[in-house]
């Protein structure tokens, strides 16, 4: 039996709980009776909450799945957590066959669930779709692999690789299809990351759940619409403090900048494993080195005007060969723009 519609449809319900599982992975489970007829599905709706095979098998009371298989985009889990292991519900169930994405990289799974269901007598398929299932968890695994934060950027540019004209006129290059995309992007990621700069040039609301913004010397205004949503974390050169709803952090200044290292590394401690940089030219070049994937929306239009701001604006180079190399991962269209997303090629 070919297995990679079904997981590709694991994938979709995993992303139900986008924005939701974090620090936990999404995951989405299809359970097959004897004879291949779909009679479950579920997924990882919360972090907390019920893994999705768990989620899939629990709505099934009259043991349909006997002699069946399981679906499910990341190995069943071995470990007593917030619920038990995974591996041992599919034992007890009946379930003659398991097909998986992709391993876990939590090193307290990591390969033990699949043991545990061969020793059990379980059939094991192992790395359908893996590629897209590592992707769907990207975050997850380099949380998992690194201890670090993951981070993207996100930008939008005209054909010319401009985010505004020379004087900050910026609103809006691309259309409102693009709008709305950047806001499921948002969703993906625990917080965003902005600077001073883009507050004061335009006073953006940036709906979102956890903010990081960077303001070295607190010029905004702290009544300004960003600040008046989502948990505020405020890096800046002096004030370590909460304050009036607001996380004021202290940072080490490098480079005559905040530093971003410091920055990442205080983030993840604070739980917040992925940001999104929503910015301009200068911290999109600054964080560059330390960025895992970039969306970049492109209007069709031309500013024709080399003093229009870039959407990199960081370094100067002589040799085109000094440039930053990436590999284009997708392309998608959201009517009149494009969105590039693609990852650095690691030198
Ligand atoms: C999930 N959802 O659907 C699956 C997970 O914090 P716990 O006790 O819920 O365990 C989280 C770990 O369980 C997670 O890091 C991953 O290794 C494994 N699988 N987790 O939250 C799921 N299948
Ligand atoms: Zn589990």
Redesign the pocket.
């Known amino acids: 039996m070919q297995y990679n519609l079904l997981m590709k449809k694991c994938i979709d319900l995993a992303k139900q709980g986008e924005g939701l ?1 974090s620090p ?2 999404l ?1 989405g489970c299809i359970v097959l009776d004897k004879d291949g007829n779909e009679i479950s599905n579920g ?2 709706h919360k ?2 909450e019920n ?3 768990r989620d899939a098998l629990l709505k099934l009371h009259n043991g349909e799945e006997k002699g069946g298989t399981l679906i ?1 985009n ?1 190995e ?2 071995s ?1 007593f ?3 038990p292991p ?1 591996a041992d519900l599919i034992i007890e169930r009946g379930i003659k066959k398991v097909v998986i994405g992709m391993q ?1 990289v ?1 090193p ?2 990591a390969g033990n669930g699949i043991r545990k269901l061969k020793k059990a007598g379980i059939e094991v398929i192992e790395n359908v779709l893996a590629d897209e299932c590592k992707i769907l968890n990207e975050i ?1 695994i380099k949380n ?1 692999i690194k201890q670090e934060v993951f981070v993207a950027i996100k930008t939008a540019t005209t054909l010319d690789g401009k985010i505004a004209t020379y004087n900050g006129s910026s609103k809006w290059i691309t259309s409102e299809n693009s709008r709305e995309e950047v806001k499921k992007i948002r969703n993906r990621y625990d917080a965003i990351m902005t600077t001073s700069s883009t507050i004061l040039a335009d006073n953006p609301t940036m709906q979102h759940r956890k903010k990081i913004i960077l303001d070295r010397t607190l010029k905004t205004n702290l009544e300004s619409p960003i600040y008046k949503n989502g948990e505020i974390y405020l890096f800046n050169e002096s004030l370590d403090m909460f304050e009036g709803g607001i996380n004021f952090i202290k940072s080490p200044i490098k480079n005559n900048k905040l530093d971003l290292k410091f920055i990442l590394k205080k983030a993840y401690e604070l739980g917040i494993k992925s940001i999104l940089v929503e910015s301009g030219g200068h911290l999109n070049g600054e964080i560059l080195k330390y960025t895992d994937k970039i969306y970049h929306f492109i209007a069709p239009k031309i500013t024709g005007d080399n003093n229009s701001l870039s959407c990199f604006n960081f370094q100067q180079i002589d040799n085109i060969n000094d440039s930053y190399n990436f590999k284009i991962a997708q392309t998608d269209i959201f009517g009149p723009d494009i969105l590039l997303t693609y990852y650095p090629i690691l030198k």
Do not use: Q, R, S
């Open positions: 599982t936990n992975p995951v997924y990882h972090y907390g893994h999705a095979e499910v990341l069943p889990c470990h957590g917030k619920t995974c876990d939590n307290i799974v997850f998992m």
